[in-house]
């Protein structure tokens, strides 16, 4: 295949390239069409007593509308793409019903006297602001979500119509916007959009989701592209390389048309490959699993050719909901995945959420907010001390264990104290199921999580009492280097191939197998192409990943050897800076799977 194009008289000499992050493969050129930026923030505007009714009346009206735009939408999905991704927007029409925050826009209207549209921007984006600032990068990226959801409301209040309206349209084009909402992704005609890119946004973002789902190619995290580009420019995107390249030239235009047909052939061997055993070419076997937050997934993690689930999100189960799950409920979604994904293993991660992020059926008292949410009341400390819902949950995993294949992992252990507390809580509960006739597995296996530097300080310690160790990167990077991913400003920080990462995993890696356990990744690190020869060279025996990257991982591994991967380790573990770790590391990817790279 190979591109071609007319140069326009207007464009400027020389290519362009802007950098942001691959989140859909593909390959397309064609002209810009640059969508409006962020909702203007609305001002402050005061209503008389008597006109509060009115606000209140206008803001159901607007909150109704909205929830038939969305019905609309989830409808479209589930009958375009399926039933998985539609689910996207049931979440947002939770967001209607969430009593706390709907209670606390209509005491703003009638407590400080101003319109409904200024009240219900303010209060979503206090609650879109307290989501971002979580840790867990999916929790943070539903920021989106919450923001497209307040959008949509405002603008149904204020009588703005759909911003992104594309019927005018006479051929395809590239979309350029400071972010695209999921509900505008979902709604985007193939026949009118070629690929789109935005300022910001991640690759577990729902609109990244759907967009790999719609098979649209899309970049994102480009920073300044929507001011920096203009309508009617010809641009090249590259949703393989997350690049953005304005005024391609004839030879750009070739090679990325020779790149079109060799990604074509690696699809391909990458569905060969799928149902094969992760195996290096000199014999040692690697297990891949996948990362998944909802029973719905079950089938794509088998598709994929996971080797069971390394991180199944629990915390999902507690969000955009009126009420607690009962155990129950929570049994019977653990039952059904188990099953699902029977005889191969599933690693439940226990309720990881601070408190004060609990939705607010959640009764309880209301301290001072938290100067330092990173460092403060979440995870396991949370779930040891609210008891009623640690006992539910645990309760609810224990049943589910009859598959045989269930297992349970505790988060932010930072020593051994909070790991003993836990694995009793674990064995009282068991008791109370035997004394009440209720059949669970004896022998469940237990982890804990390996994302506090104190904790591989005492991991050997921590080995003794474990069945497995999963270390969470993400985390572990972010409270090791003291940099906050989510923060512009510090972001740079944020180093996986930083000498002394590699030297902590090192040392739980080699406390885990003195003590006969096995270790995994089921951070960002485990999903790169680039960082996994290197975890493998540590020494880790499990990698868990988005289900869309399993294939690319086992690709890779089935054309590595484990001995070039442990020269990589010991080079990396013995480097002074992260250039040299990130360089190698990217030679000898590049060299045994160039076709991932698009070489």
Known sequence: MRFTRRVSETEAVGEVKLRGIGVSRGVCVGKILLLGGQQASIEKQTVAEDQVPYELERLEAALVQTRQQLKVIHARVKEAIGEADAGIFDAHLLVLDDPSMMG???????????????????????????????????????????????????????????????????????????????????????????????????????????????????VVGLHAASRELKSGQTVLLDGYNGLIILNPTE?????????QQRERQVEDRL???????????????VTVSANVEGAQDAQTVLAAGAEGIGLFRTEYLFLNRKTLPTEDEQYEVYLE??????????????????????????EMEQDAPEMNP??????????????????????????????????????????????????????????????????????????????????????????????????????LIQYSLAADRMNEKVAYLYDPGHPAILRLIKM???????????????????????????????GVDDLST??????????????LKMSEARELAMTGLSSESSVDVLAHSQELAECIAPELFGR
Not at 271 to 285: H, K, N
Not at 339 to 357: E, M, Q, Y
């Open 374 to 475: 990173f460092l403060g009341w979440r995870a396991i400390r949370f779930c040891l001390e609210e008891n009623t819902i640690f006992r539910t949950q645990l309760r609810a995993l224990l049943r589910a264990s009859t598959e045989k294949n269930v297992r349970i992992m505790f988060p932010m252990i930072s020593g051994v104290e909070e790991l003993d507390e836990s694995i009793d809580r674990l064995r009282e509960y068991q008791k109370e199921l035997t004394n009440e006739g209720i059949e669970y597995d004896p022998d469940i296996k237990v982890g804990t999580m390996i994302e506090v530097p104190s904790a591989v300080m005492v991991a050997d310690v921590l080995a003794k009492r474990c069945d497995f160790f999963s270390i969470g990167t993400n985390d």
């Open 546 to 559: 988005a289900p869309p990257l399993v294939p690319q991982l086992k690709y890779l591994i089935r054309r």
């Open 251 to 259: 030879q750009t235009l070739y090679e990325y048309g020779q790149l």
């Open 271 to 285: 569905r060969e490959i799928r149902s094969l055993p992760s195996i290096t070419l000199d014999g040692t076997t």
């Open 104 to 218: 606390q826009v209509v005491r703003m209207i009638e407590g400080e006297l101003v319109s409904a549209e200024y009240a219900f921007s303010t209060v979503a984006e206090r609650y879109a602001s307290t989501l971002a600032a979580l840790e867990d990068e999916y929790l943070a990226e539903r920021v989106s979500d919450l923001r497209d959801v307040k959008h949509r409301v405002v603008n149904n209040l204020i009588g703005n119509a759909e911003t992104h309206d594309l019927s005018h349209l006479t051929e395809p084009h590239i979309i350029i916007s400071h972010d695209l909402a999921p509900s505008t992704t979902a709604m985007l005609d193939k026949q009118k959009v070629l690929g789109f890119g935005t300022d910001i946004g991640g690759k577990t973002s729902h609109t990244a989701i759907l967009a790999r789902s719609l098979r649209i190619p899309a």
């Open 508 to 538: 739980t890696v080699d406390a885990g197998h003195r003590n006969g356990i096995q270790v995994g990744v089921c951070g960002e690190m485990a999903s790169d192409p680039v960082m996994a020869p290197v975890l493998l060279g540590l």
């Open 337 to 362: 995945v188990a099953r699902a994904l029977a005889p191969h293993p599933v690693i439940f991660r226990t309720l990881d959420i601070g408190g004060d992020k609990l939705p607010a059926y959640y």
